[in-house]
């Protein structure tokens, strides 16, 4: 069956320093992956897209990676900063018009 | 405000009840999405339009109607819900149906069923 799996439901981690964020897929052949930020009582908010063809994709102090034969994405977050704290989704749609799928999230909170 | 409004914020409606969720947006978007969120599990897609056609019905249950009057409206008209139907509800919107465009939300409809 397909799967999407982010690997910690919550990871707390000190003012400062990187966060990584992991999803992991199975039985899937995504074109695209796509991270969110959502915050609580909130609708979710598109921070990056991603492509199967790049290895690497960078925001300001956001840095995602995806590697096909893995099939994972990892999202950072550096100089992490309490505001930062929110629950941070992975999603991915196969090419063609299939719809967003997403993961259940990883909740982050950084710590001051 | 993200572009994508929703009303209301939040619902109490009882089993028996009848009410309806609308969801707005001027961003020239055309497609149109209903999504539903439970505590512990992954958004939920229920419904997909696309161009004010509906394109997916994610095997949802006959007492969630969904309704695209035109590309910048969509409802979600409730009927005879279950306490399990408790959630949040999310629309969405993106430029198009393809895979290369990120989603905007809005805000949610807080649905509680007593």
């Known amino acids: 069956s397909q799967k999407i799996e982010q690997n910690s439901e919550a990871l707390n981690i000190q003012e400062g320093k990187t966060a990584t964020l992991t999803c992991n897929y199975t039985?899937?052949?995504?074109?695209?992956l796509q991270w969110y930020r959502q915050d609580p009582g909130r609708g979710p908010v598109f921070l990056l897209l991603?492509?199967?063809?790049?290895k690497e994709k960078r925001k300001e102090r956001l840095k995602v990676t995806f590697d096909t034969t893995l099939k994972q994405s990892l999202f950072h977050i550096t100089a992490s900063q309490p505001a930062d704290s929110a629950t941070y989704l992975c999603?991915?749609?196969?090419?063609?018009?299939?719809?967003?799928?997403f993961g259940k999230g990883t909740r982050l909170s950084v710590i001051a | 405000e993200t572009g994508v409004t929703q009303t209301p914020r939040h619902l109490v409606m009882g089993m028996t009840n009848k009410k309806s969720l609308k969801c707005e947006q001027h961003?020239?978007?055309?497609?149109m999405y209903w999504y539903k969120q439970s505590a512990k599990k992954p958004l939920e897609l229920m419904f997909v339009?696309?161009?004010?056609?509906?394109?997916e019905n994610n095997s949802v249950p006959s007492r969630f109607s969904p309704e695209c009057p035109n590309s910048s409206h969509l409802f979600l008209h409730l009927h005879t819900l279950q306490p399990e139907d408790s959630a949040l509800y999310l629309c969405?919107?993106?430029?198009?149906?393809?895979?290369?465009?990120?989603?905007?939300f809005g805000s949610g409809t807080r649905l509680t069923v007593v």
């Open positions: 991603i492509r199967e063809n790049e």
């Open positions: 969405a919107s993106s430029q198009e149906l393809k895979a290369n465009y990120g989603y905007t």
């Open positions: 039985n899937y052949s995504p074109a695209y």
């Open positions: 339009y696309s161009l004010e056609e509906r394109v």
């Open positions: 999603a991915l749609r196969n090419s063609g018009n299939t719809p967003l799928v």
């Open positions: 961003l020239g978007h055309n497609a």
